[in-house]
């Protein structure tokens, strides 16, 4: 039994023992009140029939009778009899009549009074002429007893409602705490590590402010934890002057932009050198060319940030590189680019020129030739006066479509008939499957298209919304025919739309037993660049029971002591700190520490992006909960087929 029913069945034990004993205390004392008076009565009346009688002159039985019927017939009483000097009745006097007074017999009979017969002597002269006793009616005080404690009762009930309503008051005041309590409890024993405000009830009160310190130090450890392996990446993966992605970090995560398939695998990439360093150190010093270097990668991240998902790396001494993933407007990022540039190489002029080549890139594309393309751009760049960018306009994919309306017309008409999701397995240590990544593809000119294809279109025409619809949908079928964990990807934009959150959460209430099996993943750059739309879709999927993560998962791991509240379920770690980690202590080392501070806090780590099989046993030695990839896709198909 809970503390909150015990303590209403005391308060409630408490008040009828109160007021059923003041009841009874109060009935008790006034029955023995109105018996007192009645027995006065009594004494009284009969004294002064006895002394009427004494004074008649003639006392003849006719006379004492008619005066005896008299004072009878005034209804006042229930016996008057005249006994001579031995006893014997000469008149008597007995009402026969019931007493109707509309109080219960039941109460009659508890309060039954008991009241002795008034007595007196008639005299005659000096003579004792006989004895008179009277017994008064008792059905007035039966009456007047019944009222009063009807009264006292509908009192006591008042007073008994007042009581309960301010006892409710009180109990409310204490099970919001406990409630909080309660609650910070369970997220504790979930690895939400929250704070509760502090209640007014001093023991309570206590008890809130050590859990409170309690979910401070532990969420300072683990911000402590997450900063240090934060440090550890950015020392491996960073450039130690800049700040910038090492060479072999950006084309990491080039590659596996250009072969995976969601919002990343499209995109705009730029090359910057910085010309005559040489120069500029000579005249400057290495301090101040240093800081122009760092200048240069906080412009070229300040554009990266400014679209939302976006790489800088520095390649060698003077080349530098920006990746703008998922949907880029060109120009934009041109004219972005060409003021931040111009501004830096005016301040430092006439020694510092920034000329710069600029691609897009798409799924399926040569890194390769990507690179030698931008190579050859900036070089024409760099041959040419001023400050100059040059566009590589030969690498741009194939287009299926030469306008927006053809684009448009292709895209809703291909929803329309339907969204195919791929299947790409995530599997833990065991080799037993957590979830199928499930990418989107669309039927365009009779050929399943990959997200590679569309996505740029889909952006820019801004059908995020009902696209992300259409796969929700999909899945939801898949998983209801299958019963297999299927994981899907929700765009940044789509996200921002509230009607896709509100239909992903009428379709999962009217299938309540396929959630368990969704796998909701959104990309990183949420969680840095738009906090509010990720809480409010972890708030509004809770209840569903689904499975919620962030991809890409690198530069945003030093946040995740500050996303435990909203119910992660996991994490995919990006790509470039997974690749290669058996040959690569360093990465082991941070990766050892994702995995133990995603444990502390219920979140699996995934690796994503492995293509050689070599890693995966190598991750999973290292504590982590699953993988994805090409080589584990390989891998599943060997088991399969052995």
Not at 43 to 71: C, F, G, R
Not at 242 to 265: H, K
Request: charged share 20%; glycine share 6%; hydrophobic share 40%.
């Amino acid at each position: 039994m809970s503390l909150i029913k015990q303590l209403w069945l005391a308060i409630i034990a408490i008040l009828l023992v109160a007021l059923i004993g003041s009841l009874v205390v109060a009935v008790s004392g006034s029955r023995a009140y109105i018996e007192k008076e009645i027995l006065i009565k009594n004494a009284d009346n009969a004294n002064a029939l006895a002394l009427s009688m004494s004074q008649m002159p003639d006392k003849d039985e006719v006379t004492l009778e008619l005066l005896i019927s008299a004072q009878f017939d005034t209804g006042h009483y229930r016996k008057i009899q005249l006994l001579d000097t031995e006893d014997r009745p000469i008149i008597r006097r007995v009402s026969s009549a019931p007493e109707d007074t509309g109080v219960p017999g039941w109460f009659r009979e508890l309060v039954a009074f008991e009241v002795p017969a008034g007595t007196a002597v008639i005299q005659d002269g000096w003579q004792q002429l006989g004895t008179l006793q009277l017994e008064s009616a008792h059905g007035f005080a039966y009456q007047s007893l019944w009222q009063s404690t009807l009264r006292m009762a509908a009192w006591f009930v008042a007073a008994g409602a007042l009581s309960l309503l301010i006892a409710y008051l009180l109990v409310r005041q204490i099970r919001t705490p406990l409630k909080t309590l309660t609650r910070q409890a369970n997220d504790i024993g979930q690895r939400r590590f929250t704070v509760a405000p502090l209640p007014r009830t001093l023991e309570l009160r206590e008890v809130s402010d050590a859990m409170n310190r309690l979910s401070e130090s532990v969420r300072e450890m683990l911000q402590r934890e997450s900063e240090q392996i934060d440090r550890l990446r950015r020392q491996l993966l960073h450039d130690t002057v800049t700040g910038a992605l090492t060479r072999e970090a950006f084309i990491d995560r080039l590659n596996y932009s250009l072969e995976q398939q969601g919002e990343s695998s499209y995109g705009v990439v730029a090359m910057i050198r910085a010309t005559d360093l040489a120069a500029l150190n000579e005249r400057r010093g290495h301090l101040y060319t240093n800081g122009v270097l760092s200048d240069l990668c906080q412009r070229l991240t300040a554009i990266a940030e400014a679209h939302g998902e976006g790489y800088v790396g520095r390649l060698n001494g003077s080349d530098f590189a920006l990746m703008l993933c998922g949907n880029v407007d060109e120009s934009w990022a041109r004219e972005r680019l060409d003021d931040n540039l111009s501004t830096l190489a005016e301040q430092n002029a006439p020694v510092l020129r920034l000329p710069a080549a600029l691609a897009v890139y798409h799924h399926g594309q040569e890194r390769t030739t990507l690179m030698a393309a931008l190579d050859g751009a900036l070089s024409l760049a760099e041959s040419r006066p001023g400050q100059a960018i040059e566009s590589c306009h030969n690498v741009e994919q194939e287009t299926l479509y030469r306008s927006r309306a053809e684009w448009r017309s292709s895209l809703v008409e291909a929803m329309e008939h339907g969204v195919l999701l791929g299947q790409y397995p995530v599997l833990d240590r065991r080799g037993q499957l957590l979830h199928h990544e499930a990418p989107a593809r669309l039927n365009i000119k009779g050929e399943w298209r990959q997200a590679g294809v569309f996505m740029p279109w889909i952006a820019r025409l801004r059908l995020h919304d009902s696209l992300d619809i259409k796969v929700i949908d999909a899945a939801l079928d898949t998983i209801h025919h299958h019963r297999q964990p299927l994981g899907i990807n929700l765009s940044h934009a789509a996200i921002t739309q509230p009607n896709v959150v509100i239909a992903l959460q009428q379709r999962l209430s009217a299938r309540p037993d396929s959630a368990p099996f969704l796998w909701i993943e959104v990309p990183e750059s949420i969680a840095r660049s738009d906090l509010e739309s990720f809480r409010y879709l972890c708030q509004s999927l809770a209840p569903f029971g689904c499975h919620l993560g962030m991809e890409h998962v690198g530069a945003a791991f030093r946040q995740l002591g500050d996303l435990q509240d909203l119910g992660l379920s996991y994490i995919k770690i990006d790509a470039t700190l997974c690749r290669g980690v058996s040959e690569r202590p360093e990465q082991q080392t941070i990766l050892r520490g994702m995995a133990t501070l995603c444990h502390s806090l219920a979140i699996q780590a995934i690796a994503e992006g492995i293509d050689e099989d070599r890693d995966i046993d190598t991750l999973f030695e290292l504590g982590l909960d699953g993988v994805t990839g090409p080589a584990v896709s390989a891998r599943m198909e060997t088991d399969r087929h052995s």
